[in-house]
């Protein structure tokens, strides 16, 4: 199990990291996440650590935000640095939220910036920002790419306004091709969207238009999650109240299977469960790092980060992140030392979800013997094992969980 410090007094004001990671840091691509809590409305299905403005409290606030997290970076810095090495170079950035188009595209872009001068971006970097399609015209856009951001991702969720509206999105779905157009016409490399499926009162065949209307934007690279209902969430409220149906399992898979149909067919690959690309190259590079056990800083109220083996997160509140920043003390909240089991077991929870494979050798002997009725039973690819890495099926993605289950005994 993991060596956890309690909360409340886990990470040293200056937000030191213990020697082995530190002397381990440069040994695993490094990335950074910015994390923006803002909001216009907060979605009835989402748990993420995000604000409105009447919820930001003092000291926190859209036009103070790029400085804040500049401070943080120049805190990193200081963490991380060693006298015998340089710090690394960025190799991926990815500004997630909230909605991260509600700062104004210069600050996003001095976000960047101070990434890139305080470590330096790697050759051929990976930098996306998400966006919601109304919060966002030509004119950002272009300070976006002028900017460096080479990637966007759009949270489209669904192409069906009935469906938006009972998960309180409040975009008009045909605005979408407008805002693709316009990326494109900024110069960004790639362009994705974000599908989500599940949704009470979505049929299949409205799942279906989705995809449809999705691929015809000509998109890059294309997310489709399941409607996961959160503990505490509005959406959560109302289906306790009956007012709508909880997701249908049956339902939902069907609605995997059709989007690894369609998604397949229009020549977008499954590289992992969620996610489809057109090539390797519209991979998005960021979230393989998570999925692969590299390192990365998460700047950012309630942001997660990981260097060789520690896992820490901050505070929450975008006023308290802001307030211990202006003190000169670390944002940090919590922190974790994991130790080799853990980071194997979660090393097979997360490979096992990728299209490249998970080695074999992640397994215990038990999680081995497993394996052979795992491809009889048509949960895993036959080929891949003989090469030495576990590969789900289509059949096998539906029950990942299950099958992880078994690989873990």
């Not at 090393?347 to 979800?353: A, N, T």
């Not at 490249?356 to 052979?372: E, H, I, K, S, Y």
Request: aromatic share 8%; hydrophobic share 40%; proline share 6%.
């Amino acid at each position: 199990m993991p060596s956890t410090l309690p909360d409340g007094d886990p990470v040293p004001t200056d937000g030191s990291l213990p020697t082995a990671s530190l002397d381990a840091l440069g040994d695993a691509p490094f990335g950074a996440y910015v994390h923006v809590p803002f909001c216009v409305t907060r979605c009835g299905y989402c748990d993420f650590n995000t604000y409105t403005s009447s919820e930001l409290g003092p000291g926190a606030s859209h036009e103070s935000y790029a400085d804040t997290v500049l401070t943080e970076i120049a805190l990193a810095a200081r963490v991380l640095e060693r006298a015998d090495r340089p710090l690394p170079q960025v190799e991926t950035v990815f500004v997630g939220g909230g909605t991260p188009t509600l700062l104004a595209s210069d600050d996003l872009g001095r976000i960047l910036d101070g990434i890139g001068k305080t470590f330096g971006l790697a050759a051929g970097y990976e930098a996306t920002t998400e966006a919601n399609p109304d919060s966002v015209t030509p004119e950002s856009l272009a300070v976006l790419r002028s900017r460096g951001f080479t990637r966007i991702s759009y949270g489209m969720q669904s192409a069906v306004p009935e469906v938006l509206a009972t998960l309180d999105r409040t975009h008009d779905p045909a605005r979408l091709p407008d805002v693709v157009r316009w990326a494109r016409e900024a110069g960004f490399v790639q362009v994705s969207v974000d599908l989500i499926y599940g949704t009470p009162g979505e049929s299949l065949a409205d799942w279906e238009r989705s995809l449809d209307t999705a691929l015809a934007l000509g998109p890059d690279h294309v997310s489709a999650y399941a409607l996961i209902v959160e503990d505490g969430t509005a959406l959560a409220r109302r289906v306790s109240r009956g007012e709508i149906a909880a997701p249908d399992d049956d339902l939902m898979a069907d609605m995997y299977a059709a989007a690894d149909a369609r998604l397949g067919a229009a020549g977008l690959g499954w590289y992992e469960l969620s996610n489809w690309a057109r090539d390797d190259a519209a991979r998005c590079r960021h979230n393989e790092l998570y999925w692969t056990g590299a390192d990365w800083w998460g700047f950012g109220p309630g942001a997660h980060s990981h260097v060789a083996g520690t896992r820490w997160w901050n505070v929450k509140h975008p006023a308290a992140y802001a307030s211990r920043l202006a003190e000169g003390r670390s944002p940090g909240h919590g922190r974790e030392i994991l130790d080799t089991e853990t980071r194997r077991v979660e090393q097979v929870l997360l490979e096992s979800r990728l299209r490249d494979g998970m080695p074999l050798t992640r397994l215990d002997a038990a999680g081995r013997a497993a394996v052979p009725g795992l491809v009889t039973e048509g949960l895993v690819e036959s080929a891949p094992v003989d090469a030495g890495a576990v590969v789900l099926t289509v059949q096998g993605r539906l029950l990942a969980d299950a099958v992880v289950r078994r690989l873990l005994p």
